[in-house]
């Protein structure tokens, strides 16, 4: 193998150098908390103002702990669903305040975590840290047999 000239070491370096600032640029952007999982529309149904999950279908809600979201653009419903118990859920807008990136769920700490890794909020909708300034919308729900009821507010559009 023969030696590299000088001019050869240094163009190398540069576009070594240059792969490594794309490819730290790239993973900078990726950085954050990880969302929730998307769940299929074969799993939840929307009548009226009543979402109902169909608990057998979403294998992300099956155990304490797990997190599923609803990022449905046609008819705007963003919803972070977080099973916190046995028979306890807590469900959320999926849409940061502070610049509506999507949710992520900790489990340990009980908290939703905006995608960008900035903004955490209680499970109650209140601000642990922000930049967001506003709470988190928080829904009420019922479960019925193998049914997650999730009941959206009539001014629900306003808050998307």
């Known amino acids: ?16 150098a240059a792969g490594v600032a794309i490819g730290s ?9 990880p969302t929730a999982p998307e769940v299929g529309t074969d799993a939840y149904l929307l ?4 979402v109902k999950v169909m608990l057998e279908r979403v294998p992300q809600l099956s155990r304490v ?5 609803i990022m449905n653009d046609k008819d705007k419903i963003y919803l972070i669903i977080a099973r916190t118990g046995e028979n306890r859920y807590a469900v959320a807008l999926n849409q ?3 610049r509506e990136k999507p949710f992520g769920y900790d ?14 909020f209680r499970l109650d909708g209140s601000i642990v840290k922000g930049p967001a300034e ?3 919308p928080i829904y009420k ?10 009941y959206l507010p009539r001014n629900y559009q306003q808050e998307v």
């Open 25 to 33: 640029t790239t993973f900078l952007e990726g950085c954050g908390f």
């Open 96 to 98: 940061c305040p502070h």
């Open 65 to 69: 702990g797990g997190s599923a979201a």
């Open 141 to 150: 729900w019922r479960l019925e047999q193998e049914t997650l009821h999730i």
């Open 47 to 50: 009548e009226g103002n009543t």
């Open 107 to 120: 489990h340990q700490s009980e908290i939703f975590i905006c995608a960008s890794g900035k903004s955490e």
């Open 134 to 136: 506003q709470p988190l």
């Open 1 to 16: 193998m023969s030696e590299l000239t000088r001019r050869e070491f240094l163009k190398l370096m540069g576009l070594l």
